[in-house]
Nanobody
Framework: QVQLVESGGGLVQAGGSLRLSCAAS????????MGWYRQAPGKQRELVATITSGGRTNYADSVKGRFTISRDNAKNTVYLQMNSLKPEDTAVYFC??????????????WGQGTQVTVSS
């Protein structure tokens, strides 16, 4: 199995920056994509950004140009650099990983979440 541990959340003023980290451990072989999702109170969880092992990225429209996702495959770690933060970015941010067993069977794993709060 895969365990994901997030860190780097906190309180920041609007316009500021934060960098989230997510370290994967356990059976990390064949993890093909990692990403970040977020969930604000009273709202559904939404995709923020994803990155494949080859470095291909995808972003939600709401964060394009402000957030950057990256990964260090050797360390099995994914990062989310968040700049120009807005109050609407306030949410619990969850790390996600997909492991493709035998190249066929997808397994999904989630971290425990880290709180990001942006004050106006």
């Amino acid at each position: 199995q895969v365990q994901l541990v997030e860190s780097g959340g906190g309180l920041v003023q609007a316009g500021g920056s934060l960098r989230l980290s997510c370290a994967a451990s356990g059976s990390t072989f064949s993890i093909n994509v990692m990403g970040w999702y977020r969930q604000a109170p009273g709202k559904q969880r939404e995709l923020v950004a994803t990155i494949t092992s080859g470095g291909r990225t995808n972003y939600a429209d709401s964060v394009k140009g402000r957030f950057t996702i990256s990964r260090d495959n050797a360390k099995n770690t994914v990062y989310l650099q968040m700049n120009s933060l807005k109050p609407e970015d306030t949410a619990v941010y969850f790390c996600h990983a997909q492991r493709l067993l035998y190249g066929l069977v997808p397994n999904n794993y989630w971290g425990q979440g880290t709180q990001v709060t942006v004050s106006s």
